[in-house]
């Protein structure tokens, strides 16, 4: 069973303010630069969807609300639900942060068939959240979430192996999950448009022209995949830890680009130390103007965890960097080589102080919100908030 | 410039000085070698601005001179000129040089020599000297300590200083990457007791090409220090360095002054039980657990992915029971340069260092700081 919810960000934003009700309204960050991470279906009609640049959105309907995102509330949210449909069955899988897999053949018996459980669970949700969402159930993770996407807004579609074929025969590729646009035109270019069309295909060609993934194409097409739901907590670790930042305008010089650096580099770091992280691999990304994106790295010899040893290494890496005379609209700090937490107990009395210091940090902004305590240097830095990533997933 | 050299001897210098060339083609001279020829021989120099050596070997001098060799190459050439050849080398316009063996012939590139940085000259400085198998012993037991973190500068080399303590003269090094910290002593003359004096940091690289110098055979380390350069004389030549610059923390301040716990143990059998017990605890990150209680040490570790390992041992100990848990690797590091049979562990509580040393040995302490666990 797949269960996603509808216009997530935007659902919540209205949910919490009656005016926003049934009003076309964009969830973003706040700068002008910002893109959309999430439109009302009232929106929608006019053509405004996800990763659009604000101002685009805005010139397609002048009416538009723009809401600037609230990661906490958001997350809570997602926390609220994740913990309803983990009374129908433990096996939760969290896709992302407003959708979820669900194994649900153990618990089919309990609560009287597919069906019934998948009107339960909308039921559940919108008496007790207040959101809306959409349930697929199939026999696989691929077809389930196939069902939700074509049940939107706010359905409930149940896929039987026997309609299978049914369904498919018409479908076009890219409504699969895994099929993108450019997949979907190399297989246009085949002559390939529909999955019936994609399963007549023999599976040597499609090996041919795609490698391993022809294989798994035609076993999509056909609407077959084994892939199980793992759930959330047994995930293997993390890998690495990063934050992008747009920047409000293409900058040429260094000094600020470097601010934002480091309260990057002070993100990343607190988010490290939640998760009892520290990694010993600092990647810096920079995107020009033009969409070109570089990214650099350095790898030192002790983890870490703490925004001014991250923010150095970002800086040394940054330095090197001969800039494009272009114009910088994004900068991403990343931290990878992950360990498990430092929990070596420092020994000389000026790093006890510093990690001290850093923990007394931790505990006035895990109190007060990000950024409450934080280093003069960012002060003058306007506190800007954005929306949390979609591929947001609870910590283990 | 224009010389013979043995082959053999060539290409033994060329291998000596591959270590301190820089690799990360920061400045291109840096990865050249000098050569300068004088009525004396052969004279190579090589160079990361931390660390220089000077070497001198005995080459047929015709035309005084000097040029640069590009390091990586020039090794590479020597390694397949023919055994026991004899190697011509001539300086040409415009910085070529000129190499030729049997048959065989090489016209190179080189920079301008004076173009190569000046190894600093120390001289004046009355040295401290001492027997090289003593510090080739103290570095030993020190130089694992420091950090490799390349953000703690100040902890990046050995803090080395010298002072009488009843009527003795002291020559102290330390070591410390901030969670572990090595200390030892050595006697020297009373009369040499001020020339090292307050101390100076000596970078981690300087003292392994030291190590490599006493390796090859040297009987006595002469150290003479001026300005923020050290240098030390060697048969062939000398290592220059410079000094780290920056403080080195008050490591007086971070030793504890008793022990509340003492135990003893054998140092064999704590060590080959860290090292299978260790096998499980593995990455860097995850620590051993030491349980002590009357007569009784039990090392254990465990991982979430592979499972556990446990191992009991007789120890003399009476007093509290106490777990702490550490890393293994750093226990470790030290047992390997410990010498005699017993090894006594001072330990506090869960939260304060521990103290390592061989019983009989005052002149050598390690400090390790506990994990959480």
Same mark, same amino acid.
């Given at each position: ?396 | ?93 415009? !910085? ?32 401290? $000297? ?97 300005? !923020? ?5 060697? $048969? ?99 047992? !390997? ?37």
């Amino acid at each position: 069973m797949h269960v996603d919810m509808d216009a997530f960000f935007a659902s919540v934003e209205q949910r919490g303010n009656p005016w926003l009700r049934g009003r076309p309204i964009a969830v973003s960050g706040s700068g002008w630069r910002s893109v959309v991470t999430s439109a009302s279906y009232q929106a929608r009609p006019f053509g405004i969807s996800a990763g659009m640049p604000v101002a685009q959105a805005m010139r397609l309907c002048p009416a538009l609300i723009r809401v600037e995102g609230n990661s906490d509330k958001y997350v809570e949210t997602s926390e609220q639900v994740i913990a309803l449909l983990r009374e129908v069955t433990p096996l939760v899988e969290v896709a992302s942060i407003d959708e979820c897999y669900l194994d649900i053949t153990g618990s089919l018996r309990l609560f009287g068939g597919a069906e019934a459980l998948a009107r339960r669970v909308k039921a559940r949700i919108r008496e007790e959240v207040g959101l809306a969402c959409s349930v697929g159930v199939a026999p696989n993770k691929l077809m389930a979430k196939l069902a939700s996407g074509l049940s939107k807004p706010d359905g409930l579609l149940r896929l039987t192996a026997e309609e299978l074929p049914a369904w498919l025969e018409h479908l076009p590729v890219t409504e699969l999950c895994g099929i993108g646009p450019r997949l979907g035109a190399a297989l246009t270019a085949m002559g390939v448009r529909t999955c019936a069309e994609l399963s007549r295909v023999p599976v040597a060609a499609l090996t041919a022209r795609f490698g391993i993934v022809g294989r798994h194409l035609h076993e999509m097409a056909r609407g077959v995949d084994s892939t199980p739901v793992v759930p959330t907590e047994e995930r293997p670790d993390a890998k690495s830890v990063g934050h992008t930042l747009t920047l409000d305008q293409d900058l040429h010089d260094r000094e600020p680009m470097r601010r934002h650096l480091f309260r990057l580099a002070e993100e990343v770091a607190r988010r490290l130390r939640k998760g009892r992280y520290a990694g010993r691999t600092v990647t810096v990304m920079v995107r020009y103007a033009d969409f070109v994106t570089w990214s650099r790295q350095t790898t030192l010899e002790a983890p870490l965890d703490e925004g001014l040893a991250i923010y150095d290494a970002a800086r040394r890496v940054f330095d090197g960097l001969r800039l494009r005379p272009l114009g910088v609209r994004l900068l991403g700090v990343t931290v990878s080589h992950l360990v498990h937490a430092r929990d070596q107990l420092p020994l000389l009395p000026s790093l006890q102080r510093r990690r001290a210091s850093v923990q007394a940090m931790d505990a006035v902004n895990d109190r007060y919100g990000e950024f409450t305590l934080t280093r003069a240097t960012l002060l003058q830095m306007e506190t800007r908030t954005r929306p949390i990533s979609p591929s947001w997933r609870p910590l283990a | 410039m224009k010389l013979t050299i043995n082959r053999e001897v060539f290409l033994e210098a060329l291998q000596r000085v591959q270590g301190i060339v820089e690799r990360k083609h920061t400045m291109p001279i840096l990865a050249h070698i000098l050569l300068r020829a004088s009525p004396e021989g052969l004279e190579l120099s090589a160079t990361d601005l931390e660390v220089g050596l000077r070497l001198q070997y005995p080459a047929e001098v015709s035309e005084p001179g000097g040029v640069t060799l590009q390091a990586k190459k020039a090794y590479e050439i020597a390694r397949e000129l023919p055994e026991r050849g004899r190697i011509g080398l001539t300086g040409r316009e415009n !910085n070529w040089v000129e190499l030729s063996c049997g048959r065989a012939r090489f016209r190179v590139v080189g920079l301008p020599a004076e173009e190569f940085p000046e190894l600093p000259v120390v001289e004046g400085a009355e040295p401290f $000297e001492m027997t090289a198998g003593v510090m080739a012993g103290m570095i030993e037991k020190t130089i694992f300590a420091v950090s490799t973190d390349e953000t703690r500068y100040n902890l990046s080399g050995v803090f080395v200083e010298s002072f009488a303590e009843k009527g003795k003269g002291v020559l102290r090094m330390v070591a410390t990457d901030g969670h572990r910290l090595c200390l030892v002593d050595e006697e020297i003359e009373a009369k040499q007791a001020k020339r090292v004096g307050k101390g100076v940091i000596l970078p981690r690289k300087g003292l392994l090409e030291l190590r490599k110098m006493i390796e090859e055979g040297l009987d006595t380390v002469s150290l003479g220090l001026k300005g !923020n350069s050290a240098v030390i004389r060697g $048969e062939r030549g000398v290592v220059v360095m410079r000094l780290v610059e920056g403080e080195f923390p008050d490591y007086r301040q971070v030793i504890p002054e008793t022990a509340g716990r003492k135990v003893l143990m054998k140092r064999e059998e704590i060590t080959a039980g860290l090292r299978r017990v260790s096998i499980i605890a593995n990455e860097k990150t995850r620590p051993v657990k030491l349980m002590v209680s009357a007569g009784t040490l039990v090392l254990s570790a465990s991982h979430p992915d592979l499972g556990e390992a446990v191992e009991e041992m007789e120890v003399q100990f009476e007093g509290e029971p106490i777990e702490v848990g550490f890393n293994a690797r750093y226990f470790l590091d030290v047992l !390997n340069v410990l010498t005699g049979e017993e090894v006594e562990l001072g330990l506090g509580d869960e939260a304060s260092p521990a103290v390592l040393r061989a019983v009989g040995d005052e002149g050598y302490l390690a400090i390790i700081m506990p994990m959480r666990f």
